[in-house]
């Protein structure tokens, strides 16, 4: 499909979609964690999103790049994802979604700090310095606040907090090594399959693999699995297309739909003081994935 120079209405809705989806994946973990061990069910996730990728390149004629060539750094990915959602998993059995979500979604503002001493070229101007101060208050006060903090536990918040890290080192694995090399496919066959492995390994070692599965952990399961694949590849699809500036600029909504989320589905406490911190959260992201139209590095989704 041609390249385009700015978002579309179509871009424009298809990206919303993608934010909404990722913010009710959080729902979804919710879910699967009542009837499956956390660390369990994301080794599941994984093994049946690796499955549907598999299906996707055999069916679709697409390449997952050259997989040798890029061991060493397929493997860095893998065990990124891996912890990543050991912590992210284990963080929804404890806190809140909303609390939650508005640490893990502010993956942007520590993958700027971090390039801003690692990656040449990406000094942080004073929109961005100014964007992650903004963000960075949005989360403390976020986590601070006294209606939210009921519902929420600290040890998931620190949990939350190092699936964002390990996501954003997902992030920079990808710019430095030869991940970059790698197709879409390849990058996400990298981590499913690492992870498929790691997760399922070490899932014994926090408790039992089943709880009670029911109806609501099944679907949980099959909408992450779906995520976790397609979801994936429907955003890169997008990023294909129109500019990296114009789709990173949609990243704010998903912390805000999954505070929603949990206020609706879990009756999650949400309050002036949280609505305000979410707004200089998502102020925050957007200053800081602001870019001149020329660049085109990638954001690296959460699947």
């Not at 956390?38 to 994984?46: D, E, V």
């Not at 040890?155 to 080192?169: C, T």
């Amino acid at each position: 499909m041609e390249r385009k120079q700015q978002m579309d209405l179509a871009g424009a809705l298809g990206m919303v979609g993608f934010a909404t989806t990722l913010a009710f994946n959080q729902v979804a973990i919710k879910f699967i964690n009542d009837g499956f061990g956390p660390i369990f069910a994301a080794g599941l996730r994984s093994v049946l999103a690796l499955a549907c990728l598999g299906l996707w390149i055999r069916f679709s004629g697409r390449s997952a790049g050259d997989l040798r060539r890029t061991l060493r750094a397929g493997l860095i990915l893998g065990l990124l994802f891996s912890l990543e959602f050991i912590f992210l998993f284990l963080a929804l059995d404890l806190t809140s979604v909303s609390r939650a979500s508005i640490t893990f979604y502010a993956m942007p503002v520590w993958l700027a700090l971090v390039a801003h001493f690692t990656l040449p070229g990406e000094a942080l101007s004073a929109r961005c310095a100014l964007g992650l101060l903004l963000a960075m208050i949005g989360v403390a006060w976020a986590l601070a606040n006294p209606e939210s903090r009921g519902a929420g536990d600290f040890r998931g918040d620190v949990l939350a907090l190092l699936a964002s890290w390990s996501w954003a080192g997902i992030a920079l694995t990808v710019r430095l090594t030869r991940a970059s090399e790698l197709p879409a496919e390849g990058q996400l066959f990298w981590q499913l399959a690492v992870s498929a492995v790691v997760l399922c390994a070490v899932a014994p070692l926090f408790g039992p693999l089943v709880r009670e599965p029911d109806a609501l952990s099944l679907f949980g399961l099959v909408f992450g699995m779906l995520v976790a694949s397609f979801g994936f590849l429907f955003w890169l699809r997008l990023m294909g297309i129109y500019p990296a500036s114009d789709i990173a600029s949609f990243s704010f909504l998903s912390p805000v739909m999954a505070v929603i989320f949990g206020w609706m589905i879990f009756d999650e406490p949400v309050g002036l003081g949280f609505v305000g911190a979410l707004v200089l959260v998502g102020l925050g992201i957007v200053l800081i994935n602001r870019r001149r139209k020329s660049r085109k590095d990638p954001v690296i989704p959460a699947p």
